[in-house]
């Protein structure tokens, strides 16, 4: 769904109905009646008025992750409860300096994230505009959405309930397994990586071949930078440019995984193949310099600084943030607009956790003491276990109450979620 002269306007349907997933018909938790829903196209300075529709049987809302917009209102308030048979109007009026990039949507009902996400309750968010950082005989490249979503198998249906994270589970792309992706030797074409799954990771990779990243959760880069696989915590996106080679199959994988003592370990698997045939293309250099600006948070007066602590009680049923588990009604932080503050974001589990943080992006500025460089802002950073790193964000824009938490969502639902209130 694409925006027309400075707005889309769409209209979401919760349903549980059966979809074909796999050869096999399930029952899932659907946006329009599908698995893999509409990937919605928005431009900066846009307007997006959605209206969502719940059919199902339990509360729900909606979450467009990693965007700079409002968070108070009927915009991205994840504090919205959207009861049975009940309509909502959401609108979101969209910065013009918004980052070009790969975003997504989801469901954010505490404390059943979880169970409608591994449902089916996600997709894919596009603004467009990072085209325009690369060079002109690159500008209008073949472009394919990989929206990585995992579903596992109760019965009939797609598995909501007492979900286990290392549990087997079927990794799809856009709802397919193992799909084919057309390219013709030679040729460049830009992938957009979107881990949109509740709660697994994946550790990325393509035979033969580097990720050549231009765009990182929503942000492009400063400097074009290469992997030979790239770790997609949940919740995280990347926007690579990949080249095909010389004709034949090769597989998009994602390899083995482990989080920690405490956490889970993901075994190897294939996502998709890789199909190298036809003409062939004239290879083009990829570019390896600077790419798109950026900003750089690592001069910028500090007005506060903060330690923030991840845990979890011995059996890994219970988390928290600073000792607390998340009540919406309790703010746990508070920072003021237009300032820059440094959180030392801490792990005192044996396990890696997903941080995210709503409406503003932050800058990782070291892990485990270690400066890191990343080109760019993003919104998903992996804590190590027992480990930490440092972040820095800038509160731009809006005011109101928002939430940080662990992406991993059987973690947010047992407590891993805090309130940030951003005041004048």
């Not at 950082?133 to 007492?162: C, M, W």
């Not at 079927?170 to 830009?190: F, K, S, W």
């Not at 990782?364 to 972040?391: C, E, R, T, W, Y």
Request: negative net charge.
């Amino acid at each position: 769904m694409v925006s027309h002269d400075g707005v889309l306007r769409v209209e979401l349907v919760v349903e549980r109905r059966q979809v074909d997933l796999g050869g096999h018909k399930l029952w899932a938790l659907t946006y329009n009646g599908g698995y893999m829903p509409p990937t919605l196209r928005i431009h900066p300075g846009d307007k997006l008025d959605l209206t969502m529709r719940n059919t199902l049987d339990q509360v729900t809302n909606l979450h467009v992750h990693g965007l700079h917009v409002s968070p108070s209102g009927n915009a991205d308030n994840i504090f919205i409860k959207i009861n049975p048979g009940q309509t909502f109007d959401y609108s979101y009026q969209f910065p013009t300096t918004l980052r070009a990039g790969t975003y997504w949507y989801h469901s954010h009902a505490d404390p059943i994230s979880a169970p409608q996400v591994s449902g089916g309750m996600s997709g894919i968010l596009i603004v467009e505009g990072l085209q325009q950082y690369l060079p002109a005989n690159l500008r209008n490249i073949t472009e394919h959405v990989i929206g990585l979503k995992d579903f596992q198998v109760q019965g009939d249906s797609v598995k909501t309930e007492g979900l286990h994270i290392g549990g087997t589970t079927n990794r799809t792309v856009n709802g397919q397994l193992n799909p084919t992706i057309p390219i013709r030797p030679g040729e460049t074409q830009l992938w957009r990586l979107a881990n949109i799954s509740a709660n697994i990771y994946y550790n990325v990779h393509l035979q033969g071949q580097q990720f050549h990243v231009i765009a990182h959760d929503g942000t492009p880069v400063d400097r074009i930078w290469t992997a030979d696989s790239l770790l997609l915590a949940a919740g995280a996106r990347f926007d690579v440019l990949v080249q095909g080679g010389p004709p034949g199959r090769s597989q998009l994988q994602t390899l083995a995984y482990s989080t920690g003592p405490a956490g889970n370990s993901f075994p190897q698997a294939t996502l998709a193949t890789l199909v190298s045939e036809g003409p062939s293309a004239q290879a083009t250099a990829l570019p390896t310099s600077s790419f798109a600006p950026t900003v750089d948070l690592s001069q910028a007066p500090v007005a506060a600084r903060r330690t923030i602590v991840f845990s979890e009680n011995k059996d890994g049923t219970e988390f928290y943030i600073n000792g607390k588990q998340f009540d919406m009604n309790r703010v746990d932080i508070q920072a003021k607009l237009n300032t820059v503050e440094e959180w030392t974001i801490r792990n005192d589990s044996n396990e890696e956790h997903s941080f995210h943080v709503h409406t503003n992006h932050f800058q990782l500025m070291s892990i485990n003491g270690l400066p890191h460089q990343g080109h760019g802002l993003q919104d998903v950073a992996s804590v190590p276990a027992m480990g930490q790193f440092v972040i820095r964000m800038h509160f731009k824009d809006y005011t109101g109450k928002t939430v940080l938490h662990c992406h991993i969502l059987n973690h947010e639902d047992a407590g891993m979620m805090a309130v940030l209130e951003i005041v004048e």
